[in-house]
């Protein structure tokens, strides 16, 4: 049952992530608010096909800031990128340069006011990504970015990517770190998600000014808090 739901879940969701990427791309002549309709509507969709077609409830423990602040997400599945731009009003999400490439979608993205990274372009693509960080709080909008740098598999616990340190320090803002636990049902590179409850755990405020490698470690054990 649960290939048949993955299955059915897979050609409605991409197939209607076709027309929210194209009126998003439609709307970027009617300004920056008009935007933000297609990505939030599309999140929307994506929560819908999740709790009807896959059977999965997401379950958010805890409350969202909505500005001045960065944003840390565990990231084990495709279900939390898609998730989060439900959960803010105007977020800025920091994804992989990569991505941008994909026809239409990349170009909603670009349009929404991501932060694209190249993890493995060095100083050059940290500075880029600051610079874009830093007008981005200028224009009220929260942080979001997932530390790790990709998923990974459920109960692993792979160490920080440098740009969140970089982020933390270049902005002077505090972290809200958010463990999850989507890779129990829906785990890396599977095609088969199960049915359940997957858990969004909003943690404790990490406040600003404190040294790279104290913040960290504080970031590593909080979105890891669902892994033990």
Known sequence: MSFVRSLIYTVVFYTG????ALATV?????????????PRAWSNFHHWCAQWILSIRIRLEGTLPETGVIV??????????AEILRLFDDPAVVFKAELMRIPIWGTAARAHGVIPVQREAGASALRQMLKAAKAAVAAGRPILIFPEGTRVPHGQR???RPGIAGLYKSLGLPVVPVALDSGRLWPRRSFVKRPGVIRMVVGETIPAGLDRDEVEARIHTAINALND
């Open 17 to 20: 992530s076709i027309f929210f």
């Open 158 to 160: 792979p160490p920080l």
């Open 72 to 81: 840390a997400f565990k990231h084990e599945s495709f279900c939390e990128t």
């Open 26 to 38: 439609i709307a970027i002549p009617f300004g920056h608010r008009a935007i933000l309709v297609g």
